[in-house]
């Protein structure tokens, strides 16, 4: 089951900031929980360390992942993400500051949904942030929530 949540998965405090302003100056209004590094992210997604007392069948609706994390990077949470059923289908969005090539191609290997560069001018981020939020909170048809994806 989905809910309203993004996950915002930023190691840097500046980034984090700036996005989470971007998010709420394009009038976002969805709950949002930062992970600031990769294991933090998966403990979230599957109820365990910290977040065992979550509700762990309550997924996010959309995934903004950097790559570059400490303790688990990027890739391999998204390797993850994607291998599990559970988590397979989470619209996840690279947003990192990385342009490299090797990144962008891995990254949709392993089945992310967009790459997007985080710029470096304020304005030009958090245009980008709305129209990732426009695009993917209202506008994408998400696929049917279901317990076992292997039923779609």
Do not use: C
């Not at 089951?1 to 984090?16: F, H, K, W």
């Not at 979550?54 to 997924?59: E, G, Q």
């Not at 570059?68 to 890739?75: D, E, N, Q, S, V």
């Amino acid at each position: 089951m989905r809910d309203n949540t993004i996950l915002l998965v930023e190691d840097n405090p500046d980034d984090e900031e700036l996005t989470l302003l971007a998010l709420k100056e394009s009038n976002i209004l969805n709950g949002i929980v930062v992970a600031r590094d990769g294991a933090e992210a998966l403990d979230y997604l599957f109820g365990t360390g910290k977040y065992a007392d979550r509700v762990a069948s309550r997924l996010p609706q959309l995934i903004l992942l950097d790559l570059k994390l400490p303790k688990l990077g990027g890739l391999e949470v998204l390797e993850r993400l994607r291998a599990d059923p559970r988590t397979g289908l989470i619209p996840v969005v690279i947003l990192t500051s990385s342009s490299e090539e090797e990144d962008v191609i891995a990254s949709y290997r392993l089945g992310a949904n967009s790459y997007v560069r985080k710029p470096v001018e304020f304005h030009q981020f958090a245009d980008a942030v709305k129209q990732l939020g426009l695009y993917w909170l209202l506008l994408n048809e998400a696929p049917p929530s279901r317990k076992n994806s292997s039923e779609i």
